[in-house]
Protein backbone atom coordinates (compact mmCIF):
# COMPACT_ATOMS: atom_id res chain seq x y z
CA UNK A 1 0.00 0.00 0.00
CA UNK A 2 3.07 2.03 0.84
CA UNK A 3 4.44 1.25 -2.73
CA UNK A 4 1.16 2.82 -4.55
CA UNK A 5 0.67 6.03 -2.25
CA UNK A 6 4.32 7.18 -3.20
CA UNK A 7 4.23 6.45 -6.71
CA UNK A 8 2.25 9.39 -6.98
CA UNK A 9 4.45 11.61 -5.16
CA UNK A 10 7.33 9.65 -7.35
CA UNK A 11 5.95 11.36 -10.31
CA UNK A 12 5.43 14.70 -9.85
CA UNK A 13 8.54 14.90 -8.60
CA UNK A 14 10.20 13.21 -11.34
CA UNK A 15 7.91 15.79 -13.41
CA UNK A 16 8.90 18.74 -11.50
CA UNK A 17 12.81 18.00 -11.32
CA UNK A 18 12.69 17.56 -15.73
CA UNK A 19 11.27 20.93 -15.44
CA UNK A 20 14.16 22.79 -13.12
CA UNK A 21 16.37 21.02 -15.37
CA UNK A 22 15.30 22.67 -18.31
CA UNK A 23 14.86 26.12 -16.89
CA UNK A 24 18.65 25.75 -15.52
CA UNK A 25 20.21 24.60 -19.14
CA UNK A 26 18.32 27.38 -21.18
CA UNK A 27 19.70 29.76 -17.77
CA UNK A 28 22.94 28.40 -18.94
CA UNK A 29 22.59 29.94 -22.27
CA UNK A 30 21.70 26.81 -24.42
CA UNK A 31 18.54 26.64 -26.45
CA UNK A 32 16.64 29.25 -28.88
CA UNK A 33 15.37 31.66 -26.19
CA UNK A 34 15.65 32.95 -22.54
CA UNK A 35 14.36 30.95 -19.64
CA UNK A 36 12.08 34.73 -18.89
CA UNK A 37 10.53 33.45 -21.79
CA UNK A 38 8.96 30.07 -19.81
CA UNK A 39 7.49 32.86 -17.30
CA UNK A 40 3.23 32.65 -17.95
CA UNK A 41 3.32 35.67 -15.41
CA UNK A 42 4.56 37.34 -18.49
CA UNK A 43 1.94 36.46 -20.20
CA UNK A 44 -0.14 39.22 -17.88
CA UNK A 45 2.69 41.39 -17.94
CA UNK A 46 2.67 41.46 -21.77
CA UNK A 47 -1.13 42.48 -22.28
CA UNK A 48 -0.86 46.50 -21.92
CA UNK A 49 2.07 46.18 -24.54
CA UNK A 50 -0.25 44.56 -26.46
CA UNK A 51 -3.29 46.10 -26.53
CA UNK A 52 -1.50 50.06 -27.07
CA UNK A 53 1.51 49.19 -29.00
CA UNK A 54 0.44 46.06 -30.61
CA UNK A 55 4.36 45.14 -29.14
CA UNK A 56 5.88 43.08 -26.23
CA UNK A 57 7.59 45.40 -23.58
CA UNK A 58 11.12 44.31 -22.27
CA UNK A 59 12.15 40.83 -22.27
CA UNK A 60 8.55 39.41 -22.80
CA UNK A 61 7.12 37.01 -26.06
CA UNK A 62 4.57 35.08 -27.53
CA UNK A 63 5.36 32.08 -25.63
CA UNK A 64 5.04 34.07 -22.33
CA UNK A 65 1.27 34.63 -23.42
CA UNK A 66 0.25 31.13 -24.83
CA UNK A 67 1.85 29.33 -21.59
CA UNK A 68 -0.23 31.92 -19.62
CA UNK A 69 -3.39 31.41 -21.65
CA UNK A 70 -2.74 27.44 -21.68
CA UNK A 71 -2.44 27.39 -18.01
CA UNK A 72 -5.56 29.38 -17.33
CA UNK A 73 -7.16 26.34 -19.24
CA UNK A 74 -5.64 24.01 -16.90
CA UNK A 75 -6.63 26.26 -13.92
CA UNK A 76 -10.42 25.49 -15.29
CA UNK A 77 -9.88 22.16 -15.54
CA UNK A 78 -7.74 20.93 -12.73
CA UNK A 79 -7.33 24.15 -9.94
CA UNK A 80 -3.68 25.42 -9.66
CA UNK A 81 -2.27 21.93 -11.24
CA UNK A 82 0.54 24.27 -12.52
CA UNK A 83 1.86 25.31 -9.52
CA UNK A 84 1.56 21.29 -7.96
CA UNK A 85 2.68 19.84 -10.81
CA UNK A 86 4.85 22.22 -13.02
CA UNK A 87 6.09 25.57 -11.09
CA UNK A 88 10.26 25.48 -11.18
CA UNK A 89 10.02 28.02 -7.60
CA UNK A 90 7.17 26.41 -6.27
CA UNK A 91 9.43 23.14 -6.54
CA UNK A 92 12.33 24.57 -4.81
CA UNK A 93 9.67 26.63 -2.11
CA UNK A 94 8.31 22.84 -1.47
CA UNK A 95 11.60 21.20 -1.02
CA UNK A 96 12.82 23.84 1.20
CA UNK A 97 9.44 23.34 3.48
CA UNK A 98 10.38 19.76 3.73
CA UNK A 99 13.58 20.80 5.00
CA UNK A 100 12.54 23.09 7.33
CA UNK A 101 10.33 20.49 9.49
CA UNK A 102 13.20 18.31 9.31
CA UNK A 103 15.36 21.06 11.11
CA UNK A 104 12.31 22.56 12.93
CA UNK A 105 10.78 19.95 14.75
CA UNK A 106 7.17 20.87 16.27
CA UNK A 107 7.21 24.17 13.55
CA UNK A 108 4.31 26.02 14.40
CA UNK A 109 1.24 26.48 11.58
CA UNK A 110 0.03 30.21 10.67
CA UNK A 111 -2.96 30.77 12.68
CA UNK A 112 -5.56 30.29 10.12
CA UNK A 113 -7.17 33.68 10.45
CA UNK A 114 -3.97 35.21 9.69
CA UNK A 115 -2.86 32.95 6.81
CA UNK A 116 -5.88 33.78 5.00
CA UNK A 117 -5.47 36.98 5.53
CA UNK A 118 -1.64 37.42 4.60
CA UNK A 119 -2.53 36.16 1.14
CA UNK A 120 -3.95 39.23 -0.16
CA UNK A 121 -0.41 40.19 -0.03
CA UNK A 122 -0.53 38.41 -3.57
CA UNK A 123 -2.42 40.49 -4.65
CA UNK A 124 -1.09 43.60 -3.63
CA UNK A 125 2.11 41.98 -5.11
CA UNK A 126 0.22 41.44 -8.66
CA UNK A 127 -0.83 44.82 -8.67
CA UNK A 128 2.58 46.50 -7.96
CA UNK A 129 3.64 44.12 -10.92
CA UNK A 130 1.01 45.12 -13.30
CA UNK A 131 1.21 48.82 -13.01
CA UNK A 132 4.81 49.59 -12.62
CA UNK A 133 4.99 47.29 -16.29
CA UNK A 134 2.30 49.10 -17.74
CA UNK A 135 3.47 52.48 -16.46
CA UNK A 136 7.07 52.26 -17.92
CA UNK A 137 7.30 49.44 -20.13
CA UNK A 138 10.17 47.65 -18.08
CA UNK A 139 9.79 44.24 -15.91
CA UNK A 140 10.30 46.78 -12.81
CA UNK A 141 9.82 44.28 -10.38
CA UNK A 142 12.33 41.42 -12.31
CA UNK A 143 14.97 42.42 -8.95
CA UNK A 144 12.43 41.29 -6.54
CA UNK A 145 11.22 37.73 -8.96
CA UNK A 146 12.62 34.37 -7.21
CA UNK A 147 12.12 32.84 -10.68
CA UNK A 148 14.51 35.47 -12.32
CA UNK A 149 16.99 35.76 -9.55
CA UNK A 150 17.74 32.29 -8.36
CA UNK A 151 18.00 30.92 -12.65
CA UNK A 152 19.81 34.31 -13.75
CA UNK A 153 22.01 34.53 -11.17
CA UNK A 154 21.20 38.14 -9.97
CA UNK A 155 21.56 38.66 -13.54
CA UNK A 156 20.90 42.35 -15.28
CA UNK A 157 17.96 43.30 -13.68
CA UNK A 158 18.39 42.80 -10.28
CA UNK A 159 19.27 45.36 -7.61
CA UNK A 160 22.98 44.49 -5.67
CA UNK A 161 22.37 44.27 -2.61
CA UNK A 162 18.39 44.54 -1.96
CA UNK A 163 18.20 41.33 -4.45
CA UNK A 164 20.65 39.43 -2.56
CA UNK A 165 18.50 40.04 0.48
CA UNK A 166 14.71 39.29 -0.40
CA UNK A 167 15.51 36.13 -2.07
CA UNK A 168 17.46 35.34 1.11
CA UNK A 169 14.21 36.49 3.69
CA UNK A 170 12.16 34.64 0.89
CA UNK A 171 14.37 31.38 0.96
CA UNK A 172 14.06 31.75 5.36
CA UNK A 173 10.37 32.07 4.72
CA UNK A 174 9.93 29.18 3.22
CA UNK A 175 11.73 27.00 6.24
CA UNK A 176 9.19 28.21 8.28
CA UNK A 177 6.13 28.62 5.99
CA UNK A 178 6.02 25.78 3.88
CA UNK A 179 5.23 27.23 0.52
CA UNK A 180 5.79 30.91 2.13
CA UNK A 181 5.84 32.85 -1.66
CA UNK A 182 3.60 30.84 -3.45
CA UNK A 183 0.92 31.27 -0.60
CA UNK A 184 1.62 35.07 0.25
CA UNK A 185 3.71 36.30 -2.66
CA UNK A 186 3.07 34.65 -5.56
CA UNK A 187 1.78 37.57 -8.74
CA UNK A 188 0.56 34.30 -10.79
CA UNK A 189 -1.09 32.39 -7.81
CA UNK A 190 -3.35 36.43 -7.58
CA UNK A 191 -4.24 35.27 -11.32
CA UNK A 192 -4.90 31.78 -11.46
CA UNK A 193 -7.27 32.15 -8.12
CA UNK A 194 -10.62 32.54 -10.05
CA UNK A 195 -9.76 30.40 -12.46
CA UNK A 196 -8.83 27.73 -9.58
CA UNK A 197 -12.38 28.72 -7.97
CA UNK A 198 -14.41 26.66 -10.81
CA UNK A 199 -11.71 23.80 -11.37
CA UNK A 200 -13.82 20.87 -12.08
CA UNK A 201 -11.35 18.41 -11.24
CA UNK A 202 -11.33 18.22 -7.26
CA UNK A 203 -10.38 15.12 -4.80
CA UNK A 204 -13.62 14.26 -2.82
CA UNK A 205 -13.17 12.61 0.17
CA UNK A 206 -15.68 9.39 1.16
CA UNK A 207 -16.87 10.40 5.27
CA UNK A 208 -17.68 6.85 5.66
CA UNK A 209 -14.63 5.12 5.19
CA UNK A 210 -12.32 8.16 6.52
CA UNK A 211 -11.03 7.15 9.74
CA UNK A 212 -10.55 11.14 11.13
CA UNK A 213 -6.43 10.51 11.61
CA UNK A 214 -5.99 14.21 10.38
CA UNK A 215 -2.83 12.62 8.28
CA UNK A 216 -4.32 14.14 4.78
CA UNK A 217 -4.34 17.92 6.13
CA UNK A 218 -1.10 17.61 7.85
CA UNK A 219 0.27 16.31 4.68
CA UNK A 220 -1.17 19.43 2.68
CA UNK A 221 1.52 21.52 1.67
CA UNK A 222 -1.20 24.74 1.48
CA UNK A 223 -2.46 24.35 4.92
CA UNK A 224 -6.32 23.10 3.60
CA UNK A 225 -7.93 21.28 6.21
CA UNK A 226 -8.64 18.38 4.11
CA UNK A 227 -10.03 16.10 6.55
CA UNK A 228 -12.96 18.72 7.12
CA UNK A 229 -13.61 18.85 3.56
CA UNK A 230 -16.23 16.83 1.67
CA UNK A 231 -15.01 18.16 -1.42
CA UNK A 232 -11.94 19.68 -1.98
CA UNK A 233 -12.80 23.13 -3.45
CA UNK A 234 -10.12 25.57 -1.85
CA UNK A 235 -9.43 27.83 -4.58
CA UNK A 236 -5.07 26.87 -3.32
CA UNK A 237 -5.76 23.35 -4.21
CA UNK A 238 -2.94 22.55 -6.67
CA UNK A 239 -4.25 18.44 -6.83
CA UNK A 240 -0.88 17.65 -5.55
CA UNK A 241 -2.48 14.68 -4.22
CA UNK A 242 0.37 14.93 -1.02
CA UNK A 243 -3.05 13.55 1.10
CA UNK A 244 -3.55 10.89 -0.99
CA UNK A 245 -0.47 9.80 -0.49
CA UNK A 246 -0.19 10.21 3.20
CA UNK A 247 -4.16 8.92 4.09
CA UNK A 248 -3.92 5.09 5.36
CA UNK A 249 -6.79 4.05 4.14
CA UNK A 250 -7.88 2.83 0.38
CA UNK A 251 -9.80 4.57 -1.45
CA UNK A 252 -10.92 7.50 1.11
CA UNK A 253 -10.06 10.14 -1.70
CA UNK A 254 -11.25 10.19 -5.40
CA UNK A 255 -10.66 12.92 -8.28
CA UNK A 256 -14.05 13.58 -9.38
CA UNK A 257 -14.72 15.69 -12.29
CA UNK A 258 -18.08 17.61 -12.41
CA UNK A 259 -20.58 15.84 -14.79
CA UNK A 260 -18.53 12.76 -14.71
CA UNK A 261 -19.80 9.72 -12.54
CA UNK A 262 -17.18 8.06 -12.57
CA UNK A 263 -13.36 8.79 -10.70
CA UNK A 264 -10.96 9.92 -12.95
CA UNK A 265 -7.34 8.28 -12.47
CA UNK A 266 -4.70 9.56 -10.25
CA UNK A 267 -2.34 10.27 -12.81
CA UNK A 268 -4.80 12.83 -15.22
CA UNK A 269 -3.53 15.83 -13.06
CA UNK A 270 0.13 14.98 -14.91
CA UNK A 271 -1.18 14.08 -17.97
CA UNK A 272 -3.33 17.44 -17.95
CA UNK A 273 -0.06 19.73 -16.87
CA UNK A 274 2.26 18.16 -19.31
CA UNK A 275 -0.67 18.60 -22.25
CA UNK A 276 -1.00 22.09 -20.95
CA UNK A 277 2.74 23.34 -21.12
CA UNK A 278 2.63 21.55 -24.72
CA UNK A 279 -0.23 23.26 -25.60
CA UNK A 280 1.16 26.60 -24.69
CA UNK A 281 4.58 25.67 -26.33
CA UNK A 282 2.97 25.46 -29.89
CA UNK A 283 0.50 28.11 -29.24
CA UNK A 284 3.44 30.89 -29.48
CA UNK A 285 2.78 31.44 -33.06
CA UNK A 286 -0.86 32.55 -32.63
CA UNK A 287 0.56 35.45 -31.11
CA UNK A 288 4.09 36.36 -32.93
CA UNK A 289 4.42 39.85 -32.23
CA UNK A 290 7.88 42.09 -32.89
CA UNK A 291 9.71 43.09 -29.87
CA UNK A 292 10.60 46.45 -32.01
CA UNK A 293 10.86 47.27 -35.90
CA UNK A 294 12.13 50.05 -37.84
CA UNK A 295 11.45 51.13 -41.54
CA UNK A 296 13.55 52.50 -43.73
CA UNK A 297 14.11 53.86 -47.38
CA UNK A 298 16.18 50.91 -48.79
CA UNK A 299 14.33 48.60 -51.25
CA UNK A 300 13.05 45.18 -49.66
CA UNK A 301 14.31 42.96 -52.54
CA UNK A 302 15.83 39.78 -49.98
CA UNK A 303 15.61 38.82 -46.78
CA UNK A 304 18.16 37.63 -43.73
CA UNK A 305 17.60 36.35 -40.50
CA UNK A 306 20.57 36.31 -37.98
CA UNK A 307 20.78 35.04 -34.00
CA UNK A 308 22.54 37.65 -32.24
CA UNK A 309 23.67 37.82 -28.54
CA UNK A 310 23.04 40.98 -27.06
CA UNK A 311 19.61 41.11 -28.58
CA UNK A 312 17.65 40.78 -24.68
CA UNK A 313 15.42 43.38 -24.48
CA UNK A 314 13.15 45.69 -25.59
CA UNK A 315 15.54 48.26 -24.88
CA UNK A 316 18.98 46.58 -26.84
CA UNK A 317 15.97 45.51 -29.44
CA UNK A 318 15.36 49.40 -30.24
CA UNK A 319 19.33 50.26 -30.27
CA UNK A 320 19.88 47.24 -32.47
CA UNK A 321 17.54 48.88 -34.83
CA UNK A 322 19.17 52.37 -34.32
CA UNK A 323 22.36 51.26 -35.73
CA UNK A 324 20.96 51.19 -39.30
CA UNK A 325 19.55 54.12 -39.60
CA UNK A 326 22.39 55.66 -41.94
CA UNK A 327 23.26 52.20 -43.52
CA UNK A 328 22.24 52.35 -46.87
CA UNK A 329 20.18 49.53 -48.22
CA UNK A 330 18.28 48.82 -45.41
CA UNK A 331 14.51 48.30 -45.89
CA UNK A 332 13.55 47.13 -42.48
CA UNK A 333 14.57 45.53 -39.63
CA UNK A 334 12.06 43.33 -37.35
CA UNK A 335 13.58 42.17 -33.57
CA UNK A 336 12.16 39.58 -31.83
CA UNK A 337 14.37 39.78 -28.06
CA UNK A 338 13.15 36.54 -26.77
CA UNK A 339 14.56 34.06 -29.69
CA UNK A 340 17.81 36.55 -29.98
CA UNK A 341 16.49 36.99 -33.56
CA UNK A 342 16.86 39.60 -35.84
CA UNK A 343 14.87 39.93 -39.21
CA UNK A 344 16.10 42.18 -42.33
CA UNK A 345 14.56 42.97 -45.45
CA UNK A 346 17.38 44.65 -47.89
CA UNK A 347 18.35 45.25 -51.04
CA UNK A 348 21.41 42.90 -51.87
CA UNK A 349 22.63 45.57 -54.73
CA UNK A 350 23.51 47.65 -52.21
CA UNK A 351 24.40 45.72 -48.95
CA UNK A 352 25.70 42.54 -48.22
CA UNK A 353 24.78 40.24 -45.59
CA UNK A 354 28.36 40.35 -44.59
CA UNK A 355 27.96 43.83 -44.40
CA UNK A 356 24.77 43.76 -42.56
CA UNK A 357 26.31 41.59 -39.90
CA UNK A 358 29.95 44.14 -39.55
CA UNK A 359 27.23 46.93 -38.61
CA UNK A 360 25.49 44.85 -35.77
CA UNK A 361 29.54 43.63 -34.58
CA UNK A 362 30.94 47.06 -34.81
CA UNK A 363 31.80 47.81 -31.19
CA UNK A 364 29.38 50.97 -29.47
CA UNK A 365 31.60 53.98 -28.27
CA UNK A 366 30.64 55.29 -24.79
CA UNK A 367 30.32 58.50 -23.34
CA UNK A 368 33.04 57.51 -21.11
CA UNK A 369 35.47 57.28 -23.65
CA UNK A 370 35.10 53.32 -23.78
CA UNK A 371 34.30 51.02 -26.47
CA UNK A 372 32.68 46.87 -26.52
CA UNK A 373 31.05 45.15 -28.78
CA UNK A 374 27.37 44.86 -27.71
CA UNK A 375 25.91 42.57 -30.51
CA UNK A 376 27.51 38.99 -31.86
CA UNK A 377 26.33 37.28 -34.79
CA UNK A 378 25.23 33.24 -33.55
CA UNK A 379 24.68 32.27 -37.17
CA UNK A 380 22.63 33.81 -40.02
CA UNK A 381 20.35 32.33 -43.04
Known amino acids: MLTYRMRIRYLRYTLLTAILAAVIYLASGHGARSFEAYCPFGGAESLWGLFTNNEFSCTLAPLNLSLMLALLALAVLAKKAFCGWSCPIGFLGELLGHAGGLI ?43 YFLVFSGFGHGSSGLLSVIVLTLTALGALAVPMMFCRYLCPMGAVFDPFSRLGFIRLRRDKEKCTACGKC ?10 DRLETVSHY ?66 AKTVFIVDGLKCKGTAGFFTSMYKDIPGIGGI ?15 DIITRDRIRAVMETPVEFKDGTSEQVFKSRSMK
Open 334 to 348: ETYASEHKAVFTYDP
Open 104 to 146: WRGRPAVPPLLNGRLKALRYVVLALALFFTYKTGELVLRGYDP
Open 217 to 226: AAACPCDIPV
Open 236 to 301: DCTNCLECVDACPEKDVFQLRCAGLAQPLPKYIVAALAVLALTGGYFLRTAFTQPTATASFSGKAA
